[in-house]
């Protein structure tokens, strides 16, 4: 079920709400004035209306849907990827007596039956679930039973197919509520391009009202350093470090380079901790927990740490590496300086850094075939019961489950599959007309060549001689009125000695000496055979840009950068 009443705070009664979030304010959370932007949200979801908020990193997107949950009788569902994040957020929610919990993997049967109980007795006002859970038949089973007021999604962005952190997780999440009776949706981003934003609306189906309290922080101050080797970068970020006072997040694009930079850290004599996707988990929980009570000074970090970390005095972020894309740049370091005081946000750019992010971009999106393969199998399947994700899961185990969601997703868009309100996947009568799967596939190849043009405008930032947030605003699409320049980052301090003008070329190369020679690339054919330093000799199955896929003699299809294959003379 679920229960909205536009009317109720109209008119006359909107004086109404607004001293009944003041009294919130003071009384629960303890906190003098809303934020810019935070009214205009919360007043469209006490309106019923689906809304997605882009408000910057510490905008105070998580009242958001907070005030609202106090307001309105029923229960607030917030999906969210992480769930540390919803462990650090149920804490503060139960400090000051909001009746929250959580439904996750990381429960034991007795926690799970308990949340579960309390959701069913309508006993708490705030569910947390992940993206995976809220699509789960026996989850929507038990909200559908609920008054639901608000399905709220943290990190929005993460539902759409052109933005810069897709996840296949959030694939379902529309139908998921379509299934738990349509409540409005509140989806929150601290980022969005135009193009992203209209896609949200797209993957959800929902006309949303947009509110967008734009990115810009003045207390962030950018710099670029250049610099000309690894060893280099290592000791401009140790100086960095012992420079800046207060404490601070170093970025690395790998876990080698996290491991080294930390190396250089505690040799210097630094307090530093380490965080990284290969750590065990219990130790990537204690050295969180050493940076964020203050025990160690400096968290050495790849993009697996800082989603929903909340350390307000943060005074520096320093990336050793460039981002695959600004988007990215600017949520990571925009984890500095939350309380509103100054911080530095300063990137080490070395022109060779750019390969690593290409060879990341070489992601195996689905192809023709594997899209006919999971139509056939649905329509396989549905002969002989209902077709669950598991069974799809069980029945294509040589595809990686990310991609049979992707699949699906594009199957749906295609109405050659559809789903009922158990979620369950079901054929259409259609014959699936010549073509169709290919098309359907070249959707990817497109979101490939546009994550390769963001990162040609994170190289085109690094090397650029404008204002940094000038940039940046010009890349969100974000008109800043009145903004000129941020006259704080390094280039609005120290101009280039040659004043920049359209006449200008900014060159993606090495500053201060004319660039070597390039080799020529080697050049591939489909059929053609090529090797690899690791694999061996294989056949060119599919050529897409600088991307080969090679068929090799084990039966496994890999893609490389044509960079790192060899030519075989035949």
Same mark, same amino acid.
């Given at each position: ?222 710099? $670029?350093?250049? &610099?000309?080797? @690894?060893?280099? %970068?290592?000791? *401009?970020?140790?100086?960095? +470090?012992? !420079?800046?006072? /207060? $404490?601070?997040? &170093?970025?690395? @694009?790998?876990? %080698?380079?996290? *491991?080294?930079?930390?190396? +250089?850290? !505690?040799?210097? /004599? ?301």
């Amino acid at each position: 079920m679920t229960r909205h009443d536009p009317t109720l705070m109209h008119r006359g009664l909107l004086a109404v709400r607004r001293n009944t979030i003041r009294r919130l304010l003071d009384a629960v959370f303890g906190i003098a004035q809303l934020r810019e932007g935070q009214q205009r949200v919360i007043d469209s979801v006490l309106d019923g209306k689906d809304t997605l908020a882009i408000m910057p990193t510490g905008g105070g997107k998580s009242l958001c849907y907070q005030i609202p949950a106090k307001m309105l009788e029923g229960i607030t569902v917030v999906v969210s990827p992480l769930i540390s994040l919803m462990k650090d957020q149920l804490e503060k929610l139960e400090e000051i007596g909001i009746r929250s919990v959580q439904v996750n993997s990381s429960l034991c049967a007795e926690e799970e039956h308990a949340a579960l109980e309390a959701i069913a007795s309508e006993s708490c006002e705030i569910v947390f679930c992940t993206p995976e859970r809220l699509v789960s038949p026996e989850f929507i089973a038990v909200l559908r039973k609920v008054t639901l007021d608000i399905v709220v999604i943290d990190e929005a962005h993460c539902i759409s197919q052109w933005g810069h952190d897709f996840r296949p997780a959030y694939i379902g999440l529309a139908a998921a509520i379509e299934a738990i009776g349509r409540p409005p949706v509140l989806a929150l981003t601290a980022t969005a391009t135009d193009e992203v934003i209209a896609d949200i609306g797209k993957q959800l189906g929902r006309k949303l009202n947009v509110i967008n309290t734009g990115i810009y922080r003045p207390n962030l101050h950018y710099r $670029v350093r250049q &610099v000309t080797s @690894a060893k280099e %970068k290592y000791q *401009e970020a140790l100086r960095l +470090v012992q !420079e800046t006072p /207060g $404490v601070g997040i &170093v970025y690395a @694009a790998t876990v %080698k380079v996290a *491991e080294e930079m930390l190396a +250089v850290l !505690e040799e210097a /004599g630094e307090s530093v901790t380490l965080y990284h996707g290969k750590l065990p988990s219990a130790e990537r929980k204690m050295n969180q927990d050493l940076f964020m009570e203050g025990e160690r000074r400096v968290m050495v970090a790849t993009n697996a740490f800082g989603m929903g970390i909340d350390k307000s005095d943060t005074r520096f972020v320093v990336h050793l590496q460039i981002p695959a894309n600004l988007e990215s740049y600017y949520q990571e370091s925009g984890r500095a300086g939350r309380d509103g005081l100054d911080a530095e946000c300063t990137l080490l750019f070395l022109q060779d850094d750019k390969r690593i992010q290409q060879f990341f971009l070489v992601k195996h999106y689905p192809d023709a075939q594997e899209l006919q393969l999971v139509h056939e199998t649905v329509r396989t399947l549905a002969e002989e019961g209902a077709v669950t994700g598991r069974r799809l899961e069980d029945a294509l185990e040589d595809i990686a489950d990310a991609n049979i969601k992707v699949c699906l997703k594009l199957l749906k868009d295609a109405k050659l599959v559809r789903q009922n309100r158990k979620l369950d996947y079901l054929p259409s009568a259609a014959e699936p007309r010549p073509g169709v799967y290919a098309r359907l596939a070249q959707v990817y190849v497109q979101k490939q060549e546009r994550d390769k043009d963001a990162l040609e405008q994170m190289v085109g930032y690094a090397v650029s001689g404008f204002c940094r947030w000038k940039l940046l605003l010009d890349y969100f699409g974000d008109q800043a009125p009145g903004f000129e320049s941020c006259c704080k980052c390094d280039n609005c301090l120290n101009p280039p000695a040659l004043s920049l003008s359209e006449d200008i070329v900014i060159r993606d190369d090495e500053f201060d000496r004319e660039p070597a020679e390039e080799a020529p690339k080697p050049k591939f054919e489909v059929g053609a055979c090529a090797r690899s330093a690791k694999y061996g000799e294989g056949v060119v199955i599919a050529i897409a840009g600088e991307q080969v896929t090679v068929d090799f003699a084990d039966g496994e299809s890999r893609s490389f950068m044509a960079d790192f294959l060899d030519q075989v003379a035949t």
